[in-house]
């Protein structure tokens, strides 16, 4: 049968590795069946004839992963900000996140938590939704039309959360059972169900053990917050005695990456111990440093994880953090890593441009597989970027263009957006 | 003979003092020659049968004021920021600044950095430009032209800089009183001189001495750097051994607040004797956090400054900052603040929306005279925001709508802005 080939013309840019940028510049970026066949300066004689979209001077960055979100909360995304994560929790965020019991409020909210991410660079979603099977369905079916490929977990919580949100134990797991038969139903295309126990102070030891079988029995992957704020760090010491920190809460139970990948949001307060843990269990790390300025959580140390080889992705961890750009993500970490280098630590040098770039692709995207870079083999997710809207007297490199839309860009940039080789959304289009 | 006045309606949110917020939903807000006349609930009886202007659900608030910002620097802003300070300087500032030489590409970046001005929320702002005579002159026609009210400044330097724009200090002393009688020649409405010595280690105690007298002879405001990098205080130090701090370096010569008012940018590493001079004198300081960040400067102690009643206001300080976009600076201070408290300093409390409010409209604006409130007699500098495109299932209530402006607004949201009494752009123009 005849392969399907279509190719972008652009300046290319991607991460093989962490340290450097692959650009190629007024190149060729070939998709094959959905996959990326190659990055050429000259198109092959063997690939002419096939249709080529020239976007003249525009850059093309392989599409941006979200490794931590949550929907439900970019209803209040921008306020109630004045206060730290557990305070937060109970003052802003259970009480929206009760309001997804009620349908019509779910579909408006969840309506408009898609769009904004079908309009930004992201292509690639970790997402949480709410205790509520069927608001988490709903969100699923958006997201599935959305043409973006998202994990979506149904949340999990039995303890420490007012009661109109908090499930019995029994209750959670089985919702959450009849949620992935649901789900498996649906035959999705894009859209993959996630076990996602909230944190430990909300989930007991035996929801965790109903889940870690949960986990096992249909291979779902785990995503969840860890070591995040100090009162939630000392929290879960008094609730897990038995823990030998707050990883060791969730692998004793088979929610930490021996049975399925797992990402873990925030990781500031991760000690060694923790650290090795991450490591050995090739748990992923979900950076979120706007939101661990935002509610005062601190700093994580990321340097150590890249040096440590841990996978390391971007959350905007909406609305702890404010904004769906993962730009702003990449930017903010970028500052993080500065103010922890001078003020905290000079031992662990500033995160750079490229380091933040591989972050946002290929470091997030790899939890989705071969995902987040233009190498041979990878899924064909691309993201057209027209920066014309930053006037200059004169025209910078595409290394320092690539930097400046770190700083500055947001969806207004997007010109046209490829997951799996489809086009999902471009500004000139209706989205 | 009849005042002119008019009215514009709409959600009203001004600081009359830095704890506190005035709203007034759905109020009035009464112009007259170019005045605030009052802010009411329901418009007084002797006030009707003028024009009014009703923005709806908009949120009305005074105009911004950027007290720290670099015209020329806004050509490569948000790339090459991988250095720190006097790195930054060397290999981005001053070879860019080096090509306002030229008249022609004077003008045509300088038109682009007031066109970003225009569209922002800001309405005053205070500029460096750069050594060159001429291209300032260039700059303020502009922004005379704006309709914005703007501080501009010829830069001074004679020493530890390329000698492309190195001036002698005879020459500069000159240019600079050249400068100054043009300016007076050109009787500009709302364009005035400021007195610019870039910052200690690129002038000579010689140097400053003949601007001291200049800021005497003609009474002219003084804008500089203090204290914003480790290394740049290390320096001046040696430079100036007989100063007994950074601030006495400029004081020393009449250029710290006492011959005239003076704003000083960054005060990263103020020590007690420093805040004390700074408090003595009635210096202004004009906060630059995303700057702090991206030079990997530090965290200025805002909360000393604003417990010892220092008036402190908000810069963008463009290109070290990325962007004019002063809400940004606003969520900035907060979050670098709340990380100060966390890793730094548990002493000093986050800032507030408030307080990073009323720092971006009255704190920067008073050094313009009665700027940046609604209280009667203060110059009428207003902008209208529109907040449609943060689409939420519910309308939060003003103040959140506010606050969440400050974490998300860009010029998009910028519906109307008046300065003086006179609407000088609005997205539904051509600016």
């Not at 921008?78 to 009620?102: H, I, V």
């Not at 905290?344 to 972050?359: C, R, S």
């Amino acid at each position: 049968m005849r392969k399907s080939v279509f190719i972008l013309k652009g300046n290319i840019i991607y991460s093989k590795n962490r340290t450097g940028l692959e650009i190629c510049e007024h190149g060729y970026l070939v998709c094959e069946d959905g996959f990326v066949k190659g990055v050429y300066q000259t198109l092959p004689f063997r690939l002419g004839g096939n249709p080529v979209c020239d976007y003249g001077d525009c850059l093309i960055v392989p599409g941006l992963t979200d490794l931590h979100t949550h929907a439900p909360q970019y209803a209040f995304r921008g306020y109630g900000m004045d206060m730290e994560l557990l305070e937060w929790l109970e003052k802003n965020t259970f009480p929206e996140e009760a309001r997804y019991r009620e349908a019509e409020y779910a579909e408006k909210a969840y309506r408009i938590f898609t769009a904004g991410l079908q309009k930004s660079a992201v292509t690639r979603a970790c997402i949480f939704a709410t205790v509520h099977r069927e608001a988490a369905l709903l969100l699923m079916d958006m997201l599935e039309k959305s043409g973006l490929v998202t994990f979506v977990g149904k949340v999990n919580m039995d303890r420490n959360c007012p009661d109109d949100i908090r499930e019995g134990t029994e209750e959670s797991a089985k919702e959450t059972k009849k949620w992935i038969r649901d789900v498996i139903g649906r035959k999705y295309a894009n859209t993959a169900p996630i076990l996602t126990p909230r944190f430990i102070p909300s989930c007991s030891d035996e929801l965790l053990e109903k889940l870690g079988a949960l986990a096992k029995e249909y291979r779902l992957p785990v995503q969840s917050h860890l070591s995040e704020n100090t009162d939630e760090v000392k929290w879960v010491k008094e609730l897990c005695p038995w823990a030998s920190c707050y990883a060791d809460a969730y692998d004793r139970f088979g929610l930490f990456g021996t049975e399925s990948p797992a990402v873990m949001a925030h990781c500031v307060y991760s000690g060694e111990n923790e650290i090795q843990r991450m490591k050995e269990n090739g748990v992923f790390v979900a950076h979120c440093p706007e939101s661990n300025m935002n509610v005062s959580s601190g700093i994580a140390p990321v340097r150590r994880f890249l040096d440590e080889g841990i996978r390391v992705g971007l959350g905007s961890d909406i609305a702890a953090g404010t904004t769906e750009n993962l730009f702003a993500a990449m930017a903010h970490a970028i500052r993080a890593s500065k103010l922890r280098w001078r003020i905290q630590d000079g031992t662990l040098k500033p995160l750079t441009v490229e380091e933040v770039f591989h972050m946002a692709t290929k470091g997030g995207g790899s939890f989705f597989g071969k995902v987040g870079s233009f190498e041979p083999g990878y899924e064909f997710d691309a993201v057209v970027l027209d920066d014309r809207r930053l006037a200059s007297p004169r025209l910078p490199d595409v290394r320092s263009r690539l930097e400046r839309m770190i700083f500055l860009a947001d969806e207004r940039e997007v010109r046209a957006k490829f997951v799996r080789g489809e086009e999902v959304c471009s500004q000139n289009l209706k989205c």
